[in-house]
Every structure is written in C-alpha cells, then in structure tokens.
C-alpha cells in the first residue's frame, strides 16, 4: 500500500524554465513532508522540508507547496540547471512517527541545456 | 562537519551466508535509521534506533536487525541471506523526532 505517491516517472524541463515535481499522499496521520534527490549509487540528499502547519517554504530556487485538503505537495525549481537533473523523492512523517520515512517512487528531473 | 558514513560500500555474499552493514552518524546525531532501496519496492523504511534503542521497526522480517552502539554508530544484520536481499542499503541520521534526515552513500549488497 503506497502511501506517498509520485505519479509521473519523468520530467523533461529546458534549462531556466521552471520544474514542477508533484507529490500525492493518503495518510492524513502525516505532518511533515520533505524533497530528497538521489543521483545514481548515492544516498538521497536532504532539498528542503514543510511542516504540515505551513503552506509554503522557501530555500533559494527551491519551493515547496502544501495543501492538506488535497494532500498534495509540490516542488518547484526555478529556474531550472542542468545540475538538477536527477531522481528527486517526496518523503513523508507521521505524527509521532519518530524517523519512519515513508518515501514517494520517486520522479526522475532531466533538465535539457 | 563530516557526513554520515557507511561501510563497507560493496558487498557481495552468496545465499544463506550473514552480513553486518556499519553506519557512523553525523556528530551529534542520536538517531540512525536503515532504509532498503530495490527497483520493485523503491526505499523501505526497516528500523530506527535512538540512544541504543530501537524506537521503530519497518515490516521486514527478523533476519534483518540492528543495534546502536553509545557512540550513535549503527550496524545492520541480515542473516541467511536470500537472493531478494540485494539493494542498495541507506543509512540515515538526524538530530531529533521528526526533523530531516541525512542519508549516507549506501552499501550495495549483491546476493549471489
């Protein structure tokens, strides 16, 4: 039973353009949603993360949207490099979850120069 | 300061034999958490340990365990290693309950 789920595979952005990675979840028990990318062979690297409090943060050309009524969050990316392009995941926790990461499958960003 | 670290990072064992996986936290970090990453079943949570504790378990079954030392460092254990058991296996630390995590390279076991 996926509980966080990443519905497109792939994403194909040009450079300077925006990203719009998207991120569904099931579980109204989660309260704290976080965007890892992951390049091949290497642990997920921690982008940015939102408390279910907030709608919205924001680091640098990173911004994540939440909407609990939908349970649906949003990365999006702008502008776009080619230096983004990788597999990027949405990660979720339950309230009092401790650390269980619940991860989405992922969308894989290629950002064409 | 250094990023969390995994050892060894390949691995190859054939079926039926036992591996331990290491895994040194962040300074700081009292919390590790172990995580599967296949193709068919994307990243799986298997367990987290706190203060030597285990304070959450993923549904794996128990050939696979760990244990913190007070040092905030981890190993993982599987035993009777089945031909499923090859992934990449994550490491991860933070600081507290419910904050970001911080992954390590990983280790890739191959079960032959």
């Known amino acids: 039973d996926q509980q966080v789920k990443q519905n497109s595979p792939s994403l194909s952005v040009q450079e300077g353009r925006i990203s719009i990675l998207n991120c569904d979840y099931t579980?109204?028990?989660?309260?704290?949603f976080l965007w890892y990318k992951k390049y091949p062979a290497e642990g997920p690297t921690f982008l940015i993360s939102?408390?279910?409090?907030?709608d919205k943060n924001e680091d640098g050309r990173f911004t994540v949207f939440l909407n609990k009524s939908a349970k649906h969050l949003s990365l999006h990316i702008v502008p776009s490099q080619p230096g983004d392009s990788a597999v990027y995941f949405c990660?979720?926790?339950?309230?009092?979850?401790?650390?269980?990461?619940?991860f989405g499958t992922g969308t894989r960003l290629t950002v064409i120069p | 300061k250094a990023g969390v670290t995994q050892t060894p990072r390949y691995l190859i064992k054939t079926r039926g034999q036992q591996v331990t996986l290491s895994c040194s936290p962040i300074?700081?970090?009292?919390?590790v958490s172990w995580y599967q990453q296949t193709p068919g079943q994307g990243l799986q949570f298997l367990f987290e340990?706190?203060?030597?504790?285990?304070?959450n378990k993923g549904n794996f079954p128990g050939r696979f365990s760990g244990r913190q030392f007070s040092n905030s460092r981890s190993e993982m254990n599987v035993s009777t290693l089945e031909l499923g058991d090859s992934a990449l296996y994550l490491c991860?630390?933070?600081?507290?309950?419910?904050?970001?995590?911080?992954f390590g390279p990983g280790t890739r076991l191959t079960v032959t």
């Open positions: 991860a630390s933070s600081l507290q309950e419910g904050s970001e995590q911080y």
């Open positions: 579980n109204s028990m989660f309260d704290y």
């Open positions: 939102i408390s279910s409090i907030k």
């Open positions: 990660a979720a926790i339950p309230r009092g979850g401790a650390n269980n990461l619940f």
């Open positions: 300074s700081g970090h009292r919390s």
């Open positions: 340990y706190f203060s030597e504790t285990q304070r």
